[in-house]
Protein backbone atom coordinates (compact mmCIF):
# COMPACT_ATOMS: atom_id res chain seq x y z
CA UNK A 1 0.00 0.00 0.00
CA UNK A 2 1.32 3.62 -1.15
CA UNK A 3 1.83 5.29 1.70
CA UNK A 4 -0.44 8.62 0.92
CA UNK A 5 -3.13 5.86 1.20
CA UNK A 6 -1.61 5.00 4.70
CA UNK A 7 -2.55 8.63 5.64
CA UNK A 8 -5.72 8.62 4.78
CA UNK A 9 -6.65 5.76 6.36
CA UNK A 10 -8.27 6.43 9.79
CA UNK A 11 -9.05 2.65 11.82
CA UNK A 12 -10.41 2.79 14.66
CA UNK A 13 -11.54 -0.20 16.64
CA UNK A 14 -14.29 0.36 19.49
CA UNK A 15 -14.91 -2.66 21.79
CA UNK A 16 -18.81 -2.80 22.58
CA UNK A 17 -18.85 -5.42 24.72
CA UNK A 18 -16.85 -8.48 26.82
CA UNK A 19 -17.85 -12.16 27.10
CA UNK A 20 -18.48 -13.15 30.07
CA UNK A 21 -17.77 -17.53 29.90
CA UNK A 22 -16.80 -20.64 31.86
CA UNK A 23 -13.86 -20.65 29.35
CA UNK A 24 -10.99 -19.28 31.38
CA UNK A 25 -8.14 -20.38 28.83
CA UNK A 26 -7.29 -20.97 25.12
CA UNK A 27 -6.64 -24.77 26.28
CA UNK A 28 -10.63 -25.30 27.57
CA UNK A 29 -11.86 -23.56 24.25
CA UNK A 30 -13.74 -26.16 22.26
CA UNK A 31 -12.78 -26.14 18.66
CA UNK A 32 -16.21 -25.69 17.57
CA UNK A 33 -19.08 -24.29 19.12
CA UNK A 34 -20.97 -27.20 19.12
CA UNK A 35 -18.46 -29.06 20.68
CA UNK A 36 -19.28 -28.34 23.95
CA UNK A 37 -19.24 -24.33 24.21
CA UNK A 38 -21.21 -22.91 26.59
CA UNK A 39 -23.74 -20.27 26.72
CA UNK A 40 -22.03 -16.76 27.94
CA UNK A 41 -23.26 -13.45 28.23
CA UNK A 42 -22.13 -10.41 26.24
CA UNK A 43 -22.09 -7.47 28.80
CA UNK A 44 -22.46 -4.49 26.61
CA UNK A 45 -20.64 -1.40 27.35
CA UNK A 46 -23.33 1.21 28.11
CA UNK A 47 -22.27 3.52 25.56
CA UNK A 48 -23.71 0.87 23.02
CA UNK A 49 -26.91 0.00 25.01
CA UNK A 50 -29.13 2.07 22.10
CA UNK A 51 -27.72 -0.15 19.60
CA UNK A 52 -29.19 -3.48 21.49
CA UNK A 53 -32.83 -1.65 20.55
CA UNK A 54 -34.76 -4.22 18.06
CA UNK A 55 -32.28 -7.71 18.94
CA UNK A 56 -35.01 -10.33 19.19
CA UNK A 57 -34.32 -13.21 21.42
CA UNK A 58 -34.61 -17.01 19.47
CA UNK A 59 -33.14 -15.05 16.36
CA UNK A 60 -29.62 -16.03 15.39
CA UNK A 61 -26.69 -13.10 15.35
CA UNK A 62 -23.33 -12.96 14.09
CA UNK A 63 -20.85 -12.18 16.57
CA UNK A 64 -17.62 -10.52 15.81
CA UNK A 65 -14.56 -11.01 18.61
CA UNK A 66 -11.14 -10.05 18.57
CA UNK A 67 -9.28 -13.36 19.75
CA UNK A 68 -6.54 -11.86 21.47
CA UNK A 69 -4.76 -14.18 23.02
CA UNK A 70 -4.55 -15.71 19.41
CA UNK A 71 -0.98 -16.54 17.98
CA UNK A 72 -0.85 -13.43 15.72
CA UNK A 73 2.23 -14.46 13.88
CA UNK A 74 0.94 -17.95 12.63
CA UNK A 75 0.43 -18.20 9.27
CA UNK A 76 -0.29 -21.95 9.36
CA UNK A 77 -1.77 -24.72 11.24
CA UNK A 78 -2.56 -28.05 11.69
CA UNK A 79 -6.28 -28.53 11.39
CA UNK A 80 -8.09 -29.24 14.67
CA UNK A 81 -4.26 -28.59 16.33
CA UNK A 82 -3.55 -32.34 15.51
CA UNK A 83 -0.21 -32.52 14.01
CA UNK A 84 -1.53 -35.71 12.17
CA UNK A 85 -3.58 -33.35 9.55
CA UNK A 86 -1.61 -31.70 6.95
CA UNK A 87 -0.35 -28.33 7.40
CA UNK A 88 -2.65 -25.19 5.55
CA UNK A 89 -2.48 -21.97 5.78
CA UNK A 90 -4.52 -20.14 8.19
CA UNK A 91 -6.84 -17.91 5.43
CA UNK A 92 -8.06 -21.47 5.06
CA UNK A 93 -9.02 -22.72 8.61
CA UNK A 94 -11.15 -21.53 11.49
CA UNK A 95 -8.00 -21.15 13.80
CA UNK A 96 -8.03 -18.13 15.66
CA UNK A 97 -3.94 -18.12 15.08
CA UNK A 98 -3.56 -15.66 12.34
CA UNK A 99 -2.12 -12.33 12.00
CA UNK A 100 -5.69 -10.13 12.90
CA UNK A 101 -7.14 -13.04 14.81
CA UNK A 102 -11.37 -11.80 14.49
CA UNK A 103 -13.70 -14.20 15.73
CA UNK A 104 -16.88 -15.07 13.44
CA UNK A 105 -19.29 -16.91 15.69
CA UNK A 106 -23.05 -17.52 14.85
CA UNK A 107 -25.36 -17.43 18.06
CA UNK A 108 -29.16 -17.79 19.08
CA UNK A 109 -29.75 -15.11 21.44
CA UNK A 110 -31.46 -16.26 24.89
CA UNK A 111 -32.24 -13.48 26.60
CA UNK A 112 -31.45 -9.32 27.05
CA UNK A 113 -30.76 -7.41 29.76
CA UNK A 114 -31.53 -4.10 29.87
CA UNK A 115 -29.40 -3.02 33.26
CA UNK A 116 -26.86 -3.47 33.05
CA UNK A 117 -26.91 -3.90 29.02
CA UNK A 118 -26.35 -7.55 28.29
CA UNK A 119 -26.80 -10.08 26.04
CA UNK A 120 -27.33 -14.02 26.68
CA UNK A 121 -26.41 -16.39 23.58
CA UNK A 122 -25.65 -19.77 23.40
CA UNK A 123 -22.68 -21.55 22.41
CA UNK A 124 -19.50 -19.10 21.94
CA UNK A 125 -16.25 -20.63 22.02
CA UNK A 126 -14.42 -17.95 23.55
CA UNK A 127 -12.47 -17.21 26.50
CA UNK A 128 -13.29 -15.25 29.22
CA UNK A 129 -12.65 -11.20 28.82
CA UNK A 130 -12.89 -11.34 24.94
CA UNK A 131 -14.02 -8.12 23.17
CA UNK A 132 -16.74 -8.02 21.14
CA UNK A 133 -16.15 -6.07 18.01
CA UNK A 134 -19.86 -6.07 16.50
CA UNK A 135 -23.11 -7.83 16.20
CA UNK A 136 -24.59 -8.41 13.02
CA UNK A 137 -27.94 -10.18 11.92
CA UNK A 138 -27.75 -13.78 10.58
CA UNK A 139 -29.85 -13.27 7.36
CA UNK A 140 -28.82 -16.71 5.83
CA UNK A 141 -29.54 -18.84 9.36
CA UNK A 142 -32.75 -19.49 8.38
CA UNK A 143 -32.01 -23.30 9.11
CA UNK A 144 -31.31 -25.05 12.73
CA UNK A 145 -28.09 -25.37 13.96
CA UNK A 146 -26.95 -29.05 13.56
Same mark, same amino acid.
Given at each position: /???????????????? !??????????????? &???????????? /???????? /?????? !???? @??????? &??????? &???????????? /???????????????? @?????????????? !??????????? !??????????????????
Amino acid at each position: /MNSSLKSRLDLELKVI !GWVRSSIKSPAQAPK &QEYEGAPDVWID /MEPAFKKA /MHSLKP !GARY @LILTWLH &QADRTCL &QVHPRGNPNNPL /MGVFSTRSPARPNPIG @LHEVTLLEIRDSPP !GLHVDHLETID !GTPVLDIKPCLKCDLPPP
